[in-house]
Every structure is written in structure tokens, then in C-alpha cells.
């Protein structure tokens, strides 16, 4: 499985493996990464100038004060040799032109990385839809179809913020906690193991302290989500909490959630209040300690730091706690997006449908179908065999019904003539060619499938005629419809063709459905044809009009039409009877209609009862 089961936290941890799974990403950025090093060049030269920031700002705040200017030799009197920074209007001149420059500079490195990270991105989904397109059907049958689109659309998310923004700010804070206590260092390294030795400590004590109160915050959230599906749940079904006297049980079940949402809120304002304290007390504490300090370190005979210098240790102090602060929750977002990019890469290096199936030639198919001594189990069931030595024929143009009981295999020969499926043993060929040496989308190109659900895809009654057909003309997509006995209710539409079906074809009938997956079967004008149920959930009206269409596709077709009801398969040239994934009986309706205490016989029997 490509997710963790529903309602179990999925946690990430990174490892050697991930790391160089998820590395598989950057062949995405390879075409691109000319722009991205000049993104990166751009981040480097922001962060960098971001670090002169506090510099200059305590220069700015101290640099009318000169009562200690001669402490330091090179202190606050020159820049670059040059620049005197006691000045504070070259101060504030110096800080506009910083400021205008790291503007300039995160401009860029947004722009390019968005631009980069877009680019990357639409290559990844197109190569992982793709991927997930061609999978073999197995592969869905492992994994839900809602869970994957789910997870493919969160991953990609999470890769996204993370190529734009996380790793930029990531390495951001890391230049400025690097840099800061560099800086800090050169102003006063007796001051910096006092700040290194209380702030920085405080501060990642406090995110630990703050995460912790989210965590309950969190547990709140869901107990009250909880408690809105029960309200809903009760709600929608009043009628049964009504008609088994269950009203009491509900009234119970939402009390005891309740209580639950308020322990948990009472339980998080205890820690809030506990974290409120901390703060106040220790980390506003720790900087009035330092401050408390550093002053100390300006005045009197035995002063060693100037004013300016000392408010620049502070200002690179408030700067590297904020960034100290900032890096658990942007690694716990980078640790998120390496099992994001990770998952990715799982389903776009997993083995698709045409790189496990190898067959290559593309003969003619005329419509000559051998199934022998065919042997099936499904691969998440191989204990359980779905076919048994099966044996049957069909020649071209030949009808052949497939009956019986719910799993007894009639469905699985449809998904087998598509070659949904890898056999375990025996041999199925098309015109004396086994199966397994047929380039499966060759194959395909051969067969249409009428369903008992249709599949309609959103858009227009045209658009999804020529699903079968997609180079058709409009000429051709109307004579389809018309075949099908679906061109009076199209043009009963005011658009016509041009009508929306809505999601899933929601908008039209079962009976309209029907007649247009067969119109959208007799436009690709297969040679094999497989209807699966097609009239059974259809009222004796619209199984009249889809009938007389499945006759008008049938005809010069080899066709295997899976039925419940006998009477639509009283013209096969065959009709097979089907047990435990074995044929039991063959022959005409005549025929086995004439075996007494046949099953054919029976099942005719039944439905005229």
C-alpha cells in the first residue's frame, strides 16, 4: 500500500533510504537548474545581507552616544576603513541601501524558485499521472482510487511549499544563526556564552513547551469534530433514533463527547497558562539577564563594549532566537516533505502495465477467440482459484452468453480478454496468437466494453461519444448515436451534443447512460465486443430502446455478453454455464433448455416463475 491505514498518525522520520529515495525528485530540477542556482545565489545573497540588518540597527540606536568611543580601536569609528558609523545618518543611509538590496535580492529568489518549483512540478504531475494511467489493474485493486488521488494531490502540495518556501527559509535561519553568533562573537565573546548559555536554551524549551499545547489544542479539535458527526449522524437518521426509542443513547453518546471537549480545552488553558508564566518569567527573563550584563560591559573605567556595539549584540540576540525558534517546526515541514517526495517517487517508479506486460506483435484480429485450460487466481487472492481449467471457443462473429451465479467467473473472462490480468497457467490467443506476445493496447484497439455501471466523464454528450473514437468527425459521433437509439433524446436537449452530463453523467438517465457508451463502443467499431450486464438495472422501457441498439453493435462482432436475464441471450450462438469458475454446461437456449435438471433449465424456469 502506497498510505498508511485511515486514523493511524503516519510518522516521518528520515533515514538514509528516504533520503535517497526522495533524491530521485531532483532529476525534475535538472532541466531547470541553471535558474535554480541563480535562485540559490539570490538566497545566499539575501540572507547574507540580512545579517548586516541588526548590525547596523544598534550602530543606529547608540551612535549618538561617543562616551565610550575610544574603548575599541576599530570599533564603531570606521567601516571598510572608511564609513563612520558614529554617524547616524550615514547609519540610516547605509541601512535604506541594505534594505533596498535584500528587497531586490528576495525578489529574485521568490520569483526564480516559484518559477523553477512550478515548472518542476507540472513535470512531476504529468509523469505521475501518467505513471498511474498505465498501472495494471492489480495496482488499483491494492490501492483506493479516492486515497490516491487524495494523497498524490497532498504530496505534491507539500513538495510544492517546500521547493518555494521551506528549504529557502530553512537555509535562511541556519545563515543567520551561523552568522549571528559569529557576529555576536566578534562584538563580545564573554557576552555570547552568556546569551548561548540561557536565550537560545529558553527559546527551543518554549517551542517544545508550545507544540505540546498545540498537540492538545489538536486532540480538542477532533473531540469536537467528533461531536458534530454524531449531531449529523443523529440528525440524518432521526427517523430510525425515533422509530428503535434511541434518543436517550444519542443524547448519552454526545454528552460523554462533550465532557470529553471540555476536559481536553479546561486541560490545554492549564498549560497555556503554565506556558504564558514561562514566557514572562524565563525568556523575557534570560534577555533582561543578558541586557542586565551587557550594560554592565559599557560603563564604568573598565568598560569593554561600546553603546552602539552593545545594541547590536542585542538586536542579533532578539534575531537569533526568532530564527532558533523557527527551525523545529521548518525541519518537522522539511521531514514532511522528504516522505511527501518520497511517496511520489514510489508510485512513479512502480512497474506500469506496459513495462510488465512484454508482448510486441500487433496482428490482425478478426474475432477468433480460444480460451484453454485456463487457470486464474487473483493476485491479492491466490489462494482462492477464480478459474479451473477453463475451456471455451469463438469464432468471429459468434455470440457467446455467459451465465451464472454472482462469482462464478463471467466477470473475470471479460477482464481476462482485456488482459487485465496475467494467468497462472494455460493459454488464451486471438486468432491462433497467445495472448501474452499481443502488445496489450493493440489488443485493446480490438475490443469494446459496454458496462452495466457507465463511466460518462465530465463534459458534453459529444465529448464523451468520441471517448471512443477521438479523432471522429461530428458526422460519425451523430450516425453513432443514432445506431444507438440515443440521437431522439440528445436532440431533445436544448445544446444537444453540446449538453453537460454532469459528474459521472448524474444529469441523464440510466437508459441515456447506457445508450451512450454504446454509441461511444459503435464508434470505435470493435471487432470483440463485451456487454457486462448492460440492460440489467434498466426498466422494461429503456431496456427495450438499449436493447434493439446492442443488436444493431452486435452484428458482424464476435460479442460474450454476461446476462442475468435469460431472455436477452436467447439468440447466442452459445451459451456457457459457468460454476465455480468452470463450464458446466454449452450449448444453444434450445438445448439447454431441453436438459432436464440442468441449471440452464433451472435459472430459465426460475425467471419465468
Known amino acids: 500500500m502506497l498510505r498508511p491505514k485511515k486514523g493511524k498518525k503516519e510518522k516521518i522520520k528520515l533515514s538514509k533510504e528516504s533520503i535517497a529515495k526522495a533524491k530521485g525528485i531532483f532529476a525534475y530540477l535538472k532541466p531547470y537548474r541553471g535558474a535554480f542556482a541563480i535562485g540559490w545565489i539570490f538566497l545566499v545573497l539575501s540572507s547574507s545581507a540580512g545579517l548586516f540588518f541588526p548590525y547596523l540597527l ?36 547605509l541601512l535604506v541601501i541594505l534594505l533596498v538590496a535584500q528587497s531586490v535580492f528576495s525578489y529574485f529568489r521568490v520569483v526564480i524558485f516559484t518559477r523553477v518549483t512550478e515548472n518542476a512540478l507540472r513535470d512531476i504531475r504529468k509523469t505521475a499521472f501518467q505513471r498511474l494511467i498505465h498501472m495494471p489493474m492489480d495496482f488499483f485493486n491494492k490501492n483506493k482510487v479516492g486515497e490516491l488521488t487524495s494523497r498524490l494531490s497532498a ?31 566578534l562584538i563580545s565573546w564573554k557576552l555570547v556564552l552568556i546569551m548561548l548559555c540561557t536565550v ?60 470529553s471537549i471540555r476536559d481536553l480545552n479546561i486541560k490545554s488553558g492549564n498549560w497555556r497558562g503554565l506556558f504564558v508564566s514561562f514566557i514572562i518569567t524565563c525568556l523575557f527573563g534570560a534577555i533582561v539577564f543578558v541586557i542586565w550584563q551587557g550594560l554592565h560591559m559599557t560603563e564604568g573605567p573598565d568598560a ?23 527551525l523545529p517546526d521548518l525541519y518537522a515541514s522539511f521531514q514532511k516533505a522528504i516522505g511527501a517526495t518520497e511517496n511520489l517517487m514510489q508510485i512513479i517508479e512502480e512497474k506500469t ?49 455467459l451465465v451464472g451465479a454472482s462469482g462464478a467467473g463471467k466477470s473475470t473472462i471479460a477482464s481476462l ?22 502488445d496489450v493496447k493493440h489488443l485493446r484497439s480490438y475490443i469494446a466494453i459496454v458496462p452495466q455501471e457507465v463511466i460518462l466523464f465530465g463534459g458534453t454528450i459529444e465529448e464523451n461519444i468520441s471517448f471512443g473514437k477521438q479523432d471522429a468527425s461530428k458526422e460519425e459521433i451523430r450516425q453513432a448515436a443514432q445506431q444507438a437509439n440515443a440521437l431522439d433524446f440528445i436532440e431533445s436537449f436544448p445544446e444537444g451534443m453540446q449538453t453537460e452530463v454532469g459528474d459521472r453523467g448524474i444529469q441523464l438517465s440510466g437508459g441515456q447512460k447506457q445508450r451512450i457508451a454504446i454509441a461511444r463502443a459503435l ?87
Open 523 to 609: 464508434l470505435k467499431n470493435p471487432t470483440i465486443l463485451i456487454l457486462d450486464e448492460a440492460t440489467s438495472a434498466l426498466d422494461s422501457e429503456s431496456e427495450k430502446s438499449v436493447q434493439e441498439a446492442l443488436e444493431t453493435l452486435m452484428e458482424g462482432r464476435t460479442s460474450f455478453v454476461i446476462a442475468h436475464r435469460l431472455s436477452t441471450i436467447r439468440k447466442a450462438n452459445t451459451i456457457l454455464v459457468l460454476e465455480n469458475g468452470t463450464v458446466v454446461e454449452s450449448g444453444t437456449h434450445e438445448e439447454l433448455s431441453d436438459i432436464e435438471n440442468g441449471v440452464y433449465a433451472n435459472l430459465s424456469q426460475l425467471q419465468m416463475n
Open 58 to 93: 544598534g550602530q543606529l540606536l547608540g551612535g549618538s552616544d561617543t562616551s565610550n568611543s575610544e574603548i575599541l580601536n576599530n570599533g564603531t569609528q570606521d567601516f571598510a576603513g572608511q564609513i563612520n558609523l558614529e554617524n547616524i545618518n550615514t547609519v540610516a543611509i
Open 200 to 259: 537560545p536554551v529558553v527559546a527551543v524549551f518554549a517551542v517544545i513547551f508550545g507544540r505540546f499545547i498545540k498537540k492538545l489544542s489538536k486532540q480538542a479539535q477532533d473531540a469536537a469534530a467528533e461531536s458534530n458527526t454524531i449531531i449529523e449522524e443523529n440528525l440524518m437518521g432521526i427517523s430510525n433514533v425515533k422509530a428503535f426509542t434511541n434518543e436517550a443513547f444519542a443524547i448519552m453518546k454526545y454528552a460523554k463527547t462533550i465532557k
Open 304 to 326: 569593554t563594549l561600546s553603546r552602539g556595539d552593545f545594541n547590536s549584540f542585542v538586536m542579533f540576540t532578539i534575531f537569533l532566537g526568532a530564527s532558533i525558534g523557527s
Open 353 to 401: 502495465e506496459t513495462e510488465i506486460l512484454q508482448g510486441k506483435s500487433t496482428p490482425n484480429i478478426t474475432g477468433q477467440v480460444v480460451f484453454k485450460n485456463v487457470n486464474f487466481s487473483y493476485p491479492q487472492r491466490k489462494d482462492v482459484q477464480v478459474m479451473k481449467a477453463l475451456s471455451l471457443s469463438a469464432n468471429k462473429g459468434e455470440t457467446i452468453a
Open 155 to 185: 504530496d505534491i502540495n507539500l513538495v510544492q511549499e517546500t521547493m518555494r518556501t521551506t528549504l529557502a527559509e530553512l537555509f535562511r535561519q541556519l545563515i543567520i544563526v551561523v552568522g549571528s553568533i559569529v557576529f555576536i562573537a
Open 417 to 438: 480478454l482485456l488482459n487485465y490480468y496475467t494467468i497462472n497457467s494455460g493459454e488464451i490467443s486471438f486468432d491462433n496468437q497467445n495472448i501474452e506476445t499481443i
